[in-house]
């Protein structure tokens, strides 16, 4: 198996991620996707701006509603120390790492624990999120394979480096996918190197074949963690 070359990613978020980013309603797990995602994506990039620029029109057309003294002197309090807490990246911050993620990466990826899990995948979880999705990274070594599964919950995907292929298509760094219940697929990595990407999984998959489905118990109960 052979990675084409392109320099942009040829899968997106749909519209309504999009949308939900711009007015910042998305939960964490999948605003980190949509950030990801954005790093690679002119296209997307110019779509958000549009966005941007129609949500602050409306904003304008709102009557300004009387606020106290009091509510102004704390939002700005807020602001200041939102100010003084940025801080440049630590030193020997991989510059592959997309910003979005290096409050969980402080060197690169491979200066991470990552936790074995067969003998093609590798995992780390960075967080939870309130809505009890798991955001993790997985690495799958070249030409390695994850079995075939379903889902029990919406999966976002963002290829943060190398490639891999389903029944549907290769996907190649900074390409979006949003997968369900309705979708059974076999991600394999291509043969040039390994493949990592960053997964949020709003609940566990399901694997499908005749002996590895024996594990599903034991899968929903680690996703519940």
């Keep these: 198996m052979t990675t084409a070359n392109h320099s942009s990613p040829d899968n997106h978020p749909p519209d309504e991620l ?3 980013y711009s007015a910042g309603s998305l939960p964490l797990s999948q605003a ?3 950030s990801a995602h954005l790093e ?4 997307c990039q110019r779509k958000l701006q549009r966005l941007n620029l129609v949500g602050s029109a ?9 606020t106290s003294a009091r509510l102004k002197s704390s939002i700005l309090d807020q602001l200041d120390n939102l100010i003084e807490e940025q801080t440049p990246p630590p030193s020997g911050t991989d510059s592959s790492v997309p910003r979005c993620l290096r409050q969980f990466i ?9 936790k074995r899990v067969s003998k093609d995948i590798s995992r780390i979880e960075l967080c939870r999120d ?3 999705a798991r955001v993790e990274l997985l690495k799958i070594r070249p030409g390695g394979a994850v079995a075939t599964h379903t889902h029990l919950g919406d999966e976002y995907t963002v290829v943060l480096e190398g ?5 549907k298509g290769l996907y190649q760094r900074g390409d979006f996918l949003r997968r369900d219940h309705n979708d059974r697929h076999t991600p394999v990595a291509t043969h040039d190197r390994e493949c990592i990407c960053l997964a949020v999984s709003e609940g566990p998959i399901q694997l499908t074949g005749f002996f590895s489905r024996l594990l599903n118990p034991f899968i929903r109960r680690t996703h519940a963690g």
């Design 130 to 132: 309130n809505n009890g």
């Design 58 to 66: 409306l904003m304008q057309q709102l009557q300004p509603s009387p």
């Design 163 to 167: 490639s891999f292929s389903d029944e």
């Design 18 to 20: 999009l949308i939900g």
């Design 40 to 43: 690679h994506c002119n296209t």
């Design 106 to 114: 402080r060197g690169g990826y491979h200066n991470l624990n990552w």
């Design 32 to 34: 980190l996707c949509i």
